[in-house]
């Protein structure tokens, strides 16, 4: 299983972008793919989590409503939408999988991508 993540570049304060995260190897039942950040100097943090099959969806409070994680299962391919972004989103995104779903620990995603940089700046 190796997720590769696409997308990242520098916004501005209030603008949109949209990450993409090709995942093989594991995209049968109901298995989970979570994003998560790191700034500099700051834990990774859990960002939004989805399922393969039933699209079940999980997101932290502090993205919640402005950003929107979908799935297309014929491309393999799970995208986050970060809306209304602010310089504190400003961070290395990483997608990982997990065996299992509904996950917003590191620990419970044993593959992850090398990272996509978003800056949010002006």
């Known amino acids: 299983v190796q997720p590769v993540e696409s997308g990242g570049g520098l916004v501005q304060p209030g603008g949109s972008l949209t990450l993409s995260c090709v995942v093989s190897?594991?995209?049968?039942?109901?298995?989970?793919v979570g994003w998560f950040r790191q700034a500099p100097g700051k834990e990774r943090e859990f960002v939004a989590g989805?399922?393969?099959?039933?699209?079940?969806?999980w997101y932290d409070d502090s993205v919640n409503r402005r950003f929107h994680i979908s799935r297309d299962n014929a491309k393999n391919t799970v995208f986050l939408e970060m809306n209304n972004l602010n310089p504190e989103d400003t961070a290395t995104y990483y997608c990982a999988s997990s065996p299992w779903a509904n996950q917003r620990r590191a620990e419970e995603y044993d593959s992850w991508g090398q990272g996509t940089q978003v800056t949010v700046s002006s």
């Open positions: 989805i399922t393969w099959t039933s699209a079940w969806i």
């Open positions: 190897g594991r995209t049968v039942s109901d298995t989970g």
